[in-house]
């Protein structure tokens, strides 16, 4: 989980760039001094020199800092003036620099230093509330992170080399900060539009380079985050176990990104599209769940080792998974679920295998969604106790139950559906070779598998003595459904260990 740990801080590093969701109070005074509590809780170390003139407070060469988990480098950000402003009715103004420095030093074999410039146009962040209730209003025209230097193991990198840049457009949102013991933080952000460029080039002046464009439109964010005392990242399970609990979600309301690379063979040329999407994530000490899809997503790709350009296109892509992370005497629960929907590729592509149409080209499918409960015996955000199992035969849980909530397979004119459901003898591990012995069952429905088998015996991609080989296996696990060209079966593991096919016993 080390990698994780790592997003943690550069997660929490921008959110602080970009919300400015710390605590504060309705005085200077107290902004500062709650910010730099914040941040010292949080494990960076703060530095600066206060001014004081009249309510108003100035932090001159502000800087924090921190190291990443397990000697992975660290991060600084600084600002050469922070200006907090009383406006005179309980709220307080805060004013950044235009540019702000980021460094970011990686070590991970080999030593990355990169000089980012945060910088701002137009932004204002006004506290208001109360104590232990406070709510950071932040509005800006645009904010922009660009690259300023790179090294790598000591070597400078030109800038004609490398570039990167990321910016954001049309900015508003709030966070509201609540709480005595740990902070809780509200957040909802709406960025009107966002792009981003990056581009790379062989530093000995060869044939390889890179670059990424895209964009994104009407970006919304809204999260909430509990934040325990004395939170340490590179401790995810006493961070887990103190109640840390993020639950937020990005989306947008359209997409696309243009890409090239550039070999000894020539470049490869792509894009892609989307009307709209979204990526979502909880985790907390019930377990972590990642949610993500796209709508009306489109591709296309052509290049030298590419013998016809290739072009696709989903009404729908998606993935979720949930998990659990801890330790627990009780079941948790846990899921997979995966979409592709609306699947169509060009006719030339259809072209290079199917000249004579032999083949329906309705839209494919391809879901699946799976749920299911389990016990785990250790915390599998402990690297220590995770290398500790797989250096041994123990196991790292027990497999209680498991759904086929869904199953729908659909392309060239054939179809597969399932469901079932399956509960899990962990005591028995003998039947089936150290898998806990199974009992349930799984029906399944095939249309169209012979018009299929026909279909490709026409195209001279299957001979009929295979053919004959598929037909026999298909009869053997399935039995006619009521319409034409249907078959079903039922797949079931009874309690004595057998295997049984449509009553009929194979194992």
């Known amino acids: 989980m080390a990698l994780e740990r790592k997003l943690f801080c550069g997660v929490a590093l921008t959110a602080l760039c970009f919300a400015q969701g710390a605590m504060a109070d309705v005085t200077p005074r107290q902004v500062w001094n709650d910010l730099e509590a914040y941040l010292t809780d949080f494990g960076y170390a703060v530095t600066g020199t206060e001014v004081a003139n009249g309510n108003d407070l100035t932090i001159q060469d502000m800087t924090f800092s921190m190291a990443l988990p397990e000697g992975g480098g660290d991060v600084a950000m600084s600002a050469s003036e922070l200006r907090l402003i009383d406006r005179g009715d309980g709220s307080v103004l805060v004013r950044f620099p235009d540019v702000m420095p980021l460094d970011i030093r990686i070590d991970d074999g080999e030593e990355v230093d990169l000089g980012l410039d945060y910088s701002q146009t137009n932004m204002s962040v006004i506290v208001s509330g109360e104590p232990n209730n406070l709510v950071y209003t932040y509005t800006a025209d645009s904010l922009e992170i660009t690259l300023a230097e790179l090294a790598i193991d000591g070597e400078v990198v030109p800038m004609d080399v490398a570039s990167f840049s990321l910016q954001m457009n049309s900015v508003d949102g709030s966070s509201r900060i609540s709480g005595q013991e740990g902070r809780d933080i509200t957040q909802v ?132 998974v949930t998990m659990p992370l801890m330790a627990a005497d009780v079941e948790q629960d846990f899921g997979l679920g995966i979409k592709l929907a609306g699947f169509t590729t060009a006719d030339m592509l259809w072209g290079l295998f199917d000249p004579g149409q032999i083949l329906p080209r309705d839209p494919a499918t391809v879901a699946l969604d799976i749920t299911g409960k389990a016990k785990l015996f250790f915390d599998l955000i402990d690297d220590k106790a995770m290398m500790e199992i797989a250096m041994s035969d123990a196991l790292p849980g027990e497999l209680i139950s498991l759904a086929l909530n869904g199953l729908t397979v659909s392309a060239v004119g054939a179809e597969l559906t399932g469901n079932g459901a399956f509960t899990f003898d962990n005591t028995d591990l003998e039947t089936f070779n150290g898998i806990p012995r199974p009992i349930g069952q799984v029906n399944l429905n095939v249309a169209g598998a012979n018009t299929l088998i026909d279909n490709l015996i026409r195209m001279g991609l299957l001979a009929e003595e295979d053919a004959m080989g598929a037909r026999f296996v298909l009869s053997m696990f399935t039995v006619p459904g009521q319409g034409a060209d249907e078959n079903v079966s039922t797949i079931e593991f009874n309690e004595q260990g057998h295997i049984l096919a449509n009553g009929q016993r194979l194992q």
């Open 189 to 320: 952000m709406d960025i009107g539009s966002l792009t981003y460029d990056v581009a790379f080039s062989d530093p000995d002046g060869g044939d390889e380079a890179g670059a990424f464009r895209g964009a994104l439109s009407g970006v919304k964010f809204a999260g909430d985050l509990f934040l325990p005392d004395n939170l340490d990242p590179e401790d995810p399970v006493a961070m887990m176990s103190s109640g840390f609990v993020m639950d937020g979600k990005f989306s947008h309301s359209g997409g696309k990104t243009q890409f090239e690379i550039t070999e000894f063979s020539g470049t490869t040329n792509g894009a892609s599209s989307t009307n709209g999407g979204f990526i979502g994530v909880s985790m907390g000490p019930d377990g972590v769940t990642y949610d993500l899809g796209g709508t009306g997503v489109s591709f296309n790709l052509s290049g030298p080792e590419i013998p016809l350009p290739v072009s696709a296109a989903m009404e729908e892509a998606s993935f979720n």
